[in-house]
């Protein structure tokens, strides 16, 4: 029972994420990285590269301009999603010390 908190403690779980307590950072963006992918590759495109931007071109002046709120489809809905996805796990995936360093990031990649 002990030895099954402590891995636990230590995130060595395929059902969580390790957490990273500001130390050993290689291990845990390998980690991260890893179970990312296997939760949601559309996650690990966000990190990787940056939210989805949702914009359409206006006929007038042929400009792209964002999308508004209720003129996104379901699938774009989704989209836009996912980078709160990755933000939650990022999140979760770290101490209060690690989290308050990071808690103005509004995107996965920053």
């Keep these: 029972m002990a030895l099954q908190k402590s891995i636990v403690a230590n995130g060595q779980s ?3 994420s390790a957490l990273f307590n500001g130390s050993n950072y290689p291990y845990w963006s390998t980690r991260m990285s ?17 939210p989805f931007i949702l914009s359409t071109i206006n006929v ?13 489809t379901k699938v774009e809905t989704k989209k836009v999603q996912t980078n709160f996805k990755a933000i939650n796990t990022l999140h979760c995936a770290l101490t209060p010390t690690e989290f308050n360093k990071v808690l103005s990031c509004t995107t996965a990649k920053q």
């Design 14 to 16: 395929i059902n969580r």
């Design 60 to 72: 007038m002046t042929n400009e792209m301009i964002p999308k508004l709120r209720p003129e996104w």
């Design 34 to 50: 890893i179970y990312i992918r296997a939760i949601d590759y559309e996650m690990w495109d966000v990190i990787t590269y940056g």
